[in-house]
């Protein structure tokens, strides 16, 4: 079958780094996405990378790994406004979508 | 605002009520989705439609009915609800349905309680 793994609950300290890790067995690959969703919003797309390395996008970057089924969210300088769950999912052969049960951040002062 | 629409955000149903979701989108759009999200477990697709016609239906009840009139507007028909229907709905679109980088726009989802 197909999965996404990623912690459940990360806590970090304002103005600290944090990485979110996603593992990921799927049928294909075409391509990973993070997305962001604070509490009573809608999800928002943070990212995609679909070859091997990291993406830099201001404070945050997200990196790949496809023979390791493998990617990172960095997210740097953390403010509290990053205070959210965030959602891997990756695209598979198909083109669908195989989500992952998102990382609530909390970000403590 | 992400340019798609939900409404309402909250509905509260009995099991013998009748009520729909609606959602919007103005950004030109081809293709669009309803997401179930409970706590804790990944988004679950329910249905995609591209160009109002549905290419998918992910094996769900039939006491959700979805409709798609046109290419910006998409509903979701609820009847005879269980209590485990209780979720946040999602809707989204995208450019299209099968593309490389396929980025979804979500709405901020209508928060649904089956009594």
């Known amino acids: 079958g197909q999965n996404i793994d990623q912690p459940t609950e990360m806590t970090a300290t304002e103005g600290a780094i944090v990485q979110i890790n996603c593992t990921y067995q799927t049928s294909g690959f075409n391509g990973l996405f993070w997305y962001q969703q604070h509490a009573g919003e809608a999800p928002t797309f943070l990212s995609y990378n679909v070859l091997d390395g990291l993406e830099e996008k201001g404070r945050f970057s997200s990196f790949l790994s496809r023979s390791k089924g493998y990617s990172y969210l960095l997210l740097k300088e953390l403010q509290m406004k990053d205070s959210a769950s965030y959602l891997c999912a990756v695209q598979d052969s198909n083109y669908q979508l195989i989500w992952g049960a998102g990382t609530k951040l909390i970000i403590k002062p | 605002e992400t340019g798609v629409t939900q409404t309402p955000r909250h509905l509260v149903m009995g099991m013998t009520n009748k009520k729909s979701l609606k959602c919007e989108q103005h950004l030109g759009h081809n293709a669009m989705y309803w997401y179930k999200q409970s706590a804790k477990k990944p988004l679950e697709l329910m249905f995609v439609y591209s160009l109002e016609e549905r290419v998918e239906n992910n094996s769900v009840p039939s006491r959700f009915s979805p409709e798609c009139p046109n290419s910006s507007h998409l509903f979701l028909h609820l009847h005879t609800l269980q209590p485990e229907d209780s979720a946040l709905y999602l809707c989204?679109?995208?450019?299209?349905?099968?593309?490389?980088?396929?980025?979804?726009?979500f709405g901020a989802g209508s928060r649904l309680t089956v009594l």
């Open positions: 989204a679109s995208s450019q299209e349905v099968a593309s490389g980088a396929n980025v979804l726009t």
